[in-house]
């Protein structure tokens, strides 16, 4: 088989060897270029290249040029930027004009190997089909916005820039993540889904980086973190909105440095992995109001990619309920009737596709026959505020000590904000103004997670 060929675009002398010596160890051979019109010359005689690594500040000229043009003309081509120590931002531009990825100065070498690995992965395959057959992943819709995301999806899959999912509760947007894995280089190691409300603040870094015996009370032994978990593949941090400052800070590092040190440990380790953020919130009126940082929301949204809600994308509804119960394992059994899916498109969905799941798998277990009706559905059209409580009245003030009473009352707003939000924790804390993790406390305090 004939070995990889990689062009390295440098103008110091010593990272150019460096570079080759250590791509020459993994059987690449090495084309140099001192500056742009070497590298261009390189590129023109139509020698074949399966990556290109550049510094950007060349003699005559930026290593962005270079990213565009090969963008342009030959966009299979994977090139990675070499930036300057700690100059973000240039690596953020790279980025956003077509790097699939970037690594600093001074080059650690394990950081280099993992991306040189990933780039020949890319090169050596232009889709991965393997993961393509599993229908659990499908992105179901043909409106012209899921047109747009699946399209997106295959592009993001050959980067490893971090991406930034938005969209409301239930709109797809893990699932999007998991594509945007599975469609890529890195579909054979592990994709980690975290939800970052979901962690307690104390944990948080001992479950992010990991942990060593030791390191406090409680630390019995030697931690993996989340980060470890992902190696080589992706982290999908969802909820990223409920990060704690402090984690921020710690998160903004690793991601910048590709290293992660774990608790009680002196040194950092590199890591490999790919991270993927989302949220329903707005992180930018987030960052506005100083609840999240701002740097470290420059480098998670390097691409954003908005997951439109359902009532955007109406013509998609009878495509979803096709799917969705066949995926519930009913399709040979029920189906709705042509009134039952106009219903559908005239209802507002606010928890989205995962609504939709739900009034489905709820219909189909309450229904008699095989057709589905509109009424079987029972599609609510009220808004949240005349509607009945699910759980029953607290009873009369005075009757029981004011303690019970009060936590009746707390029991039956927090029974009702699952019940609008479909049991969704996120969504439910979000109607009742409290932070995840509050929500997480009262449920257990009132005996009802
Ligand atoms: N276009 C789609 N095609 C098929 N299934 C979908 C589609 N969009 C969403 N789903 C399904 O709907 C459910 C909810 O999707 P998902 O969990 O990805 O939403 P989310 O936006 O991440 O929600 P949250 O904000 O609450 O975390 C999942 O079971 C998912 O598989």
Do not use: W
Not at 40 to 54: E, I, S, V
Not at 86 to 105: E, N, P, R
Not at 120 to 137: C, E, G, I, Y
Not at 404 to 420: N, P, T
């Amino acid at each position: 088989m004939a070995r990889y060929r990689a062009l390295v675009v440098d103008d110091e002398p010593d990272i150019l060897e460096l570079i080759e010596i250590t791509l020459g160890r993994m059987d690449i051979d090495t084309t140099t270029a001192a500056d742009l019109a070497v590298a261009r010359k390189q590129l023109g005689n139509g020698a074949r290249f399966d990556l290109c690594l550049t510094d950007m500040r060349l003699p005559d000229g930026s290593g962005l040029d270079l990213v565009a043009e090969i963008q342009a003309s030959r966009p299979d081509l994977p090139v990675a930027v070499i930036t300057a120590y700690g100059s973000m931002d240039t690596a953020v531009q790279a980025l956003k004009a077509g790097a699939f990825d970037f690594v600093s100065k001074p080059v650690d070498l394990q950081v280099l190997r993992n991306l040189v690995g990933t780039a020949l992965k890319l090169s050596d395959t232009r889709s991965f089909p393997a993961r393509d057959r599993r229908s659990r992943d499908e992105l179901i819709g043909d409106s012209a916005p899921m047109q747009r995301i699946r399209a997106l999806i295959a592009k993001l899959a050959r980067s490893q820039a971090p991406v930034y999912i938005s969209g409301e509760s239930g709109t797809g947007k893990e699932l999007v993540a998991h594509l945007i894995h599975d469609k890529g280089p890195r579909a054979e190691q592990p994709f980690i889904a975290v939800n970052c409300g979901a962690i307690p603040a104390e944990l948080m870094e001992s479950e992010f980086f990991g942990h060593k015996k030791g390191s406090f009370t409680g630390a019995t032994g030697d931690k993996e973190g989340l980060f470890q978990a992902a190696s080589g593949g992706t982290l999908f941090l969802d909820e990223v909105a409920e990060l704690p400052l402090h984690m921020q800070v710690k998160l903004l590092r690793a991601i910048q440095e590709k290293a992660v040190r774990p608790v009680g440990e002196q040194r950092e380790t590199p890591v490999d992995v790919r991270v993927l953020t989302a949220t329903h919130k707005n992180l930018e009126q987030l960052v506005r109001d100083g609840h999240f940082r701002q740097d470290l929301y420059f480098r998670i949204n390097v691409i954003e990619l908005k997951v439109p809600p359902l009532r955007e994308r109406r013509e998609d509804i009878p495509r979803l309920v096709e799917h969705l119960l066949s995926k519930l394992g009913h399709d040979a059994r029920h189906r709705l009737s042509d009134t039952a899916v106009q219903a559908l498109q005239a209802y507002d969905f606010p928890g989205n596709v995962r609504e939709l799941e739900n009034i489905l798998e709820r219909a189909v277990t309450m229904a008699e026959g095989e057709i589905i009706e509109a009424e079987d559905l029972h599609l609510q059209t009220n808004t949240a505020s005349d509607q009945p409580t699910t759980a029953g009245s607290p009873p009369p003030p005075g009757s029981v000590p004011l303690e019970d009473y009060l936590g009746e009352i707390e029991k039956q707003a927090i029974l009702d904000a699952l019940d609008q939000t479909h049991q969704n924790k996120t969504a439910a804390a979000e109607l009742l103004g409290l932070s995840f993790r509050a929500l997480r406390y009262r449920l257990k305090k009132l005996g009802l997670d």
